[in-house]
């Protein structure tokens, strides 16, 4: 596999020569140099490197001026900012932009290459979180559906979801939050609610918000604890979960537009669950 090839932006002669050292001596391929958007613009269309680092405060125009221009040029450029400044306001800049990375001087060598290796990997990362998502997810409702009720769970393959599902009774929604998004759709009827309720409570469910809270509490702890194993097995990912929201009606039609979706029915003592796990390829990596 060829080296990746990067290009160091800094108008500071000591801060290039620096950071040039790091990446040879971590193997990857320096392939241009540039101190201000001029010799930016020139030596990116001359060397095409896979990688851009860029200092924030140089002559002219800054990083951020710097980078909006490269994109312009060059909409998938990969582009780490590289400087002394960091705060909130010029993280949330750098997002907006599309910036792929942001570490701040003093550079640390082993953190720098590993953010450069990671922007280079993203397919790689995602095509690992679809193959093991929704069995992570499967994973997660298992053991806490055997933990709370002391009950098995199979599962049986959903072939047509598509991107959109008409609701057995309660949906809850938790988006996913971290490097690439995402969704976890879980239903049940009414009818299966009410049987984990009294089963978890001993007792019949007094009204309907009783219900309705168990179903986005589980709904809560299955996508949290499947993030965290995905974590584990990949800290890259930084999964975290939003408040669940839920949907309740016969006949809701659930849809995902903008999200491919794999989906599975859970047979449990209680009546089937819909399970489904979607995300969409993230364009960045913040460590």
């Not at 958007?37 to 405060?57: G, K, N, Q």
């Not at 710097?66 to 450029?77: E, G, I, Y």
């Not at 790689?124 to 992570?136: C, R, S, V």
Request: hydrophobic residues 40%; glycine residues 6%.
């Amino acid at each position: 596999m060829s080296a990746i090839k990067v290009m160091v932006v800094d108008d500071s002669l000591f801060s290039r020569t620096l950071i040039v050292e790091i990446l040879r001596d971590s193997g990857l391929e320096v392939v241009g140099e540039a101190d201000s958007y001029d010799s930016l613009i020139e030596t990116y269309e001359r060397c095409r490197p896979d990688v851009v680092t860029m200092d924030i405060v140089m002559p002219d125009m800054d990083g951020f001026e710097c980078s909006r221009a490269l994109f312009v040029k060059d909409p998938n450029a990969k582009i780490i900012l590289v400087s002394s400044m960091k705060d909130e306001e010029s993280e949330v800049e750098a997002r907006r932009i599309g910036i792929s990375g942001y570490i701040q001087k003093p550079v640390d060598s082993d953190y720098l290459v590993q953010m450069i290796n990671n922007v280079m990997a993203p397919d790689i990362h995602y095509d690992h979180l679809l193959a093991y998502g929704l069995e992570t997810f499967k994973e997660s409702l298992t053991q806490n559906i055997a933990r709370m009720t002391k009950s098995p769970v199979s599962f049986a393959s959903y072939e047509n979801f598509g991107d959109h599902y008409l609701s057995q009774g309660i949906t809850a929604v938790i988006g996913l939050i971290g490097r690439h998004s995402g969704s976890m759709i879980l239903d049940m009827s009414m009818e299966t609610a009410e049987r984990i309720v009294e089963m978890l409570l001993k007792r019949a469910h007094r009204n309907r918000e009783e219900v309705l809270s168990m179903v986005a509490e589980l709904a809560n702890i299955i996508a949290g604890v499947a993030c965290s194993m995905l974590n584990k097995s990949d800290k890259t990912y930084s999964l975290s979960v939003s408040p669940p929201s839920l949907f309740y009606g016969t006949g809701t039609e659930i849809m995902s537009p903008n999200l491919k979706m794999d989906a599975v029915t859970a047979g449990t003592n209680f009546g089937n669950i819909f399970l489904g796990v979607g995300f969409k390829k993230g364009s960045s990596i913040w460590m």
